[in-house]
């Protein structure tokens, strides 16, 4: 049962998923940043890991799950290594709460009540253009 521990499927918090996204970021750009210091092209790339380049290009874009198998095969092909370091990640922050709605804005200035059928206010004569 390979890949979904037993038939039981788990739902990830939105703190893994976003940490499951990072990674990915991270490692999608290291990617990036080695094939631009090697000067190769996804082209060469995927010719030296023997795989399409519409694979290669869906999965540098994160519409492929980034294996380790894949990243140590991408960085084979660019002739680097892989290095992976675990660090403390920064506390999280609560979210932000949103003052209610009146506190948000100040009161517009009351107006004179008008008088049922009396006319609006008169306003400057507009300027006709030439």
Known sequence: MK??????????????????AAALGMA??????????????RADIARSMKTS????????????????????????????EVEIAFRKRA????????????ARRPPAPAAAPRARNAAPAARAPRRRRR
Do not use: C, F
């Not at 999608?28 to 092209?41: P, Q, S």
């Open 28 to 41: 999608i750009g290291a990617v990036l940043k080695g094939m631009e210091r090697t000067g190769m092209t």
């Open 91 to 102: 506390p999280e922050r609560p979210p932000r709460r949103r003052r209610p709605a009146a």
């Open 53 to 80: 380049s519409a694979y290669l290009t869906t999965a540098l874009d994160g519409e492929h799950a980034m294996t380790v198998k894949t990243l140590a095969s991408l960085a084979y092909a660019m002739g680097l």
């Open 3 to 20: 890949g979904n521990r037993g038939g039981v499927r788990r739902v990830l918090t939105r703190a893994e998923s976003k940490a499951q």
